[in-house]
């Protein structure tokens, strides 16, 4: 009874290659969230959705495209990859009413080759 | 300026003894959360435990507890009697604003790397 998982756990690709990675929860929220993880370990808000509606984008290249089909799914897609878009990517989800925590799925470890 | 600093990089700490990881923060909002995570070596980031600005009381969970004080703007976290399983990196963050459908972004520190010894 995963609460928040992503496919895939890994993803290992060439640059300029399309990818996705995928999201779900089961929590009934209704706030879903991207953060990229640097090598640094440094985490950074990249998009987030309420309600399948886009309410934050933090200043990220066009070629990071979310998508959420409904309120329990949010995915990513990214085009064109590069080099610097090796990172870990976490999507979380939260609920707005109550103490809004977020709670984390596993990570996907993007590498580019 | 850092919205959330946190100062310590790295912290050796021996089993069973307690241990505080600090945290301070920078904001003009008078209604934000903080948050503390765990994220072992297995990568997965664990959430630990919330304090609410106007929350009158500091928050515990379990062996966590936060000391929150308001007026210095701080917000370590305290873990008693720790053990071999809370070596793993902590990372404190802030949401700034009230929980407002969607627009609640945290901000994450540098965190620190908690190592516990036998």
């Known amino acids: 009874d995963t609460a928040v998982s992503q496919t895939p756990k890994y993803l290992v690709t060439q640059m300029g290659n399309d990818k996705s990675i995928k999201c779900e929860q089961n929590?009934?929220?209704?706030?879903m969230y991207w953060y990229k993880q640097d090598s640094k370990k440094f985490l950074k808000i990249m998009f987030s959705y309420n309600n399948k509606e886009l309410i934050i984008n933090e200043t990220v290249p066009n070629r990071f495209s979310p998508k959420s089909p409904d309120k329990a799914h949010l995915n990513l897609h990214i085009n064109s990859l590069e080099l610097g878009d090796s990172a870990v990517y976490f999507c979380?989800?939260?609920?707005?009413?109550?103490?809004?925590?977020?709670?984390f799925g596993p990570g996907t470890r993007l590498t580019v080759l | 300026a850092q919205k959330i600093t946190q100062t310590q990089p790295g912290m050796f700490v021996q089993e069973k003894e307690a241990v505080t990881l600090d945290c301070t923060y920078d904001?003009?909002?008078?209604?934000?959360?903080l948050f503390w995570y765990k994220q072992p070596s297995s990568g997965e980031m664990i959430f630990l435990i919330y304090?609410?600005?106007?929350?009158?009381q500091n928050a515990t969970e379990g062996r966590y507890s936060l000391n929150f004080q308001k007026a210095r703007k701080s917000a370590n976290l305290v873990i008693s009697a720790s053990q071999l399983g809370d070596s793993a990196m902590y990372f404190c963050?802030?949401?700034?604003?009230?929980?407002?459908?969607?627009?609640?972004?945290?901000?994450f520190g540098t965190g620190t790397r908690l190592t516990i010894i036998p």
């Open positions: 963050a802030m949401r700034e604003g009230p929980p407002n459908f969607g627009n609640e972004k945290l901000t």
């Open positions: 904001t003009s909002d008078p209604s934000y959360g």
């Open positions: 929590l009934g929220h209704d706030t």
């Open positions: 304090q609410g600005s106007y929350d009158q």
């Open positions: 979380a989800s939260s609920q707005t009413s109550g103490g809004n925590e977020q709670f």
